[in-house]
């Protein structure tokens, strides 16, 4: 993202769109310091920084302020949020730009020749069903959501999700299973479903349907688990051919979404489903069990083709509701 700040009419607009010719494309948005308010918290602020790194390629901001100190209370606390903003999305740029009379000066960085072609990604986890209630494992058993997660879940915010992505329907890949495909209809009840059949659930054998407390003393469980889980499950899969299969078929979906151009890849699947592409994906390395949202959650970031392959850069998880 490049950030071009300076005095209100001092050509920082006309400047964008020169630079967005330069770079290759990408969307621009225009005195961004408008996105905030008084009533924003700190961590609101840097949700919005967020947000808009991984959607603008090109801000523009206008200086405000010029040390007056503004009456209202609300008032002072929006100046105050605006220059956390900048703060923050100068901090995240790769670039910042001053404008001045029309001339521009850049302050930090350099200006890229050309964009860095990158992805959306949101990978939700599916809503809560009995067993996730009961904390029992649950893969292959095709369990409907709650009655009330069909109230939980809202469809997700029109500024973030659109019916028409600019060139067609918004496509959600989705798990065969029941709980996924239900969620994925309640997030956004117009979009269009393929099911990819490889983001089902790893496959729990006899484990399935059970809880930890009630396999306690079943050794067959106690042996899985000293295993670290990555043994083969009794009469299913082993944690490595689970991730294997999502990885693969993540991948193929990846590199033809930045391939075609595609603005973002939604995949509304499993906890383990998020556990395997973020581990062996994800920019940062962490372990496996930390990739795991609660249902209804999701991870976000930016899906780009690095020299080690491809990699999902400025991840965030986001819990049901904060969508």
Not at 27 to 47: C, F, H, K, L, N
Not at 209 to 226: L, N
Request: proline residues 4%; charged residues 30%.
């Amino acid at each position: 993202m490049i950030l071009i700040i300076g005095p209100a009419f001092s050509g920082k607009s006309a400047y964008a769109h020169r630079l967005q010719e330069k770079i290759g494309g990408g969307e621009i948005m225009t005195e961004v310091q408008e996105q905030v308010s008084g009533e924003m918290e700190d961590a609101d602020v840097t949700r919005l920084a967020e947000d808009l790194c991984r959607s603008v390629s090109v801000l523009t901001a206008s200086e405000t302020g010029a040390g007056i100190v503004p009456v209202g209370r609300l008032e002072r606390r929006r100046r105050e949020n605006q220059g956390r903003l900048l703060c923050e999305l100068s901090f995240r740029a790769v670039c910042v730009v001053r404008v001045f009379y029309g001339i521009p000066e850049v302050i930090k960085g350099s200006i890229p020749e050309k964009a860095e072609p990158c992805v959306e990604l949101w990978l939700f986890r599916h809503g809560y069903t009995q067993y996730n209630l009961q904390k029992k494992y649950q893969g292959r058993t095709d369990l409907a959501l709650l009655e009330e997660e069909k109230i939980r879940i809202r469809p997700l915010c029109g500024d973030i999700f659109t019916k028409d992505e600019g060139d067609g329907t918004l496509v959600a890949y989705v798990s065969p299973a029941l709980r996924a495909r239900q969620t994925a209809r309640l997030l956004m009840p117009w979009a269009k479903q393929i099911v990819i059949p490889e983001f089902m659930e790893m496959d729990f054998g006899i484990f399935e349907g059970r809880s930890a407390d009630e396999m306690s003393e079943d050794a067959r469980y106690r042996s899985w688990v000293d295993s670290m889980c990555e043994d083969p499950v009794p009469g299913g899969e082993s944690r490595g051919q689970f991730c294997a299969r999502v990885t693969k078929r993540f991948e193929e979906l990846a590199r033809r979404a930045l391939r075609e151009g595609v603005r973002r890849l939604v995949i509304v699947a499993h906890g383990g489903t998020q556990m395997a592409v973020m581990e062996r994906f994800g920019a940062e390395k962490k372990p496996y069990w930390t990739w795991q949202s609660a249902p209804g959650g999701a991870w976000t970031g930016r899906i780009m083709e690095t020299a080690h392959g491809i990699r999902i850069k400025d991840c965030r998880k986001i819990e049901q509701g904060e969508y």
